[in-house]
């Protein structure tokens, strides 16, 4: 396949150069300036992050990211309604890219009711208005990016505004690192025939079964299958170890490739419990002895926040190189815009 062909005829908004340049987001959000004060010496009783998509996958990602860091309960909303434990002692972070996202709007107008803290984070739309009327803590990021591939933004100013309210400790050097990298690895990310190139060319064909650990890296396996989804334009599940081994290993014993004709993806890494990793072996053996191909994902990186976001930017690449191969449009998801429009109808 030539890449300088095939980019330009199937990425017309050039999400490529958008992939490269992924560390510059990281950059921003870190260096955004933004105003908490009306928050400060505030003791919060749980943190909720409250999105859809890319918003709330960002949300996810940093329970991944955090583990054992948050002191408090934080939980990830995905929803019109907030869980009946919210009052007014509770923080909500409302986060919508594009500011329009009606699930979240309501939900940011019932917090208001509520009379809990809230910071909002996103580019305008009605969110900016209803923060600005409220006067509501506001992050501002940079538009110009489709919500699933602004994760540097979004990310970057969650774990900014956690830090920023003393939930967690300063992260500054561990997010230098992950800037660094993201950059060393776009340049080579690149390139044809590079390890996201390779994998991509490895799953036409296939639908992928995505495995990865509840609370480490399940995070990671879901905004993998979503990318899938989206950008490449294919079918894609993700489960979680050891949850899976309770069902849906069964499900292996008759799998047949005229029906289901799907590939397996392990998400590796070295902090996984030990019976954990004992799980990933033995079920991968009683997987492939049927007959399946697997595919390992795995980070060399000295610290577990490296290797997860190291992660994260190569199953990006993959979905894009997918959607490439497949001659798709990694931009254009025209079922959700359908959907949308017929909701207004």
């Known amino acids: 396949m030539n890449l300088e062909k095939l980019v330009p005829k199937c990425d017309p908004e050039n999400q490529f150069d958008v992939l490269v340049n992924t560390f510059t987001q990281v950059e921003y959000a870190w260096e955004n300036d933004f105003d908490l004060s009306s928050l400060n010496n505030k003791k919060f009783n749980s943190v909720i992050v409250s999105g859809l998509g890319g918003s709330a996958i960002s949300g996810d990602l940093m329970q991944n990211f955090l583990q054992n860091e948050l002191k408090i309960p934080y939980s990830v909303n995905r929803n019109y ?4 434990f919210i009052d007014k002692e ?3 972070i409302a986060s919508s890219y594009s500011g329009n996202t009606e699930e979240t709007l309501e939900v940011l107008n019932k917090a208001i009711e509520i009379g809990c803290s809230i910071v909002c984070i996103t580019t305008g739309g009605k969110m900016r208005e209803i923060a600005n009327k409220k006067n509501l803590p506001l992050v501002l990021l940079k538009e110009g990016y489709q919500p699933r591939y602004s994760l540097g933004l979004s990310f970057f100013s969650l774990l ?3 830090q920023k309210l003393n939930i967690i400790s300063d992260q500054s050097d561990i997010v230098l690192k992950i800037q660094n990298q993201l950059k060393e690895s776009g340049i080579e990310f690149a390139k044809e025939n590079s390890t996201p190139y390779k994998i991509a060319e490895e799953l036409i064909g296939f639908i992928p079964i995505i495995y990865s650990v509840s609370d480490v890296t399940n995070a990671l396996g879901n905004r993998f299958k979503c990318q899938l989804n989206e950008n490449s334009k294919v079918h894609a599940f993700c489960n979680y170890y050891p949850e899976l081994n309770h069902n849906e ?3 292996w014993e008759t799998v047949n490739f005229n029906l289901f004709n799907s590939k397996l993806i392990n998400v590796l890494d070295e902090v996984y419990h030990p019976q954990v990793k004992k799980r990933f072996q033995i079920s991968n053996d009683l997987i492939s002895e049927k007959g ?3 595919i390992e994902l795995k ?4 610290t577990f926040k490296e290797r997860l976001f190291y992660l994260v930017y190569l199953t990006d690449w993959i979905s894009y190189y997918l959607a490439i191969l497949r001659g798709q449009d990694p931009s254009e998801i025209d079922n959700i815009h359908a959907l949308k429009k017929r909701l207004t109808e």
């Open 81 to 84: 309604t907030l869980p009946s």
């Open 249 to 251: 290993i069964v499900g």
């Open 160 to 162: 900014k505004v956690l």
């Open 90 to 92: 509770s923080l909500l």
């Open 299 to 302: 980070s060399e990186l000295p």
């Open 292 to 294: 399946v191909q697997t």
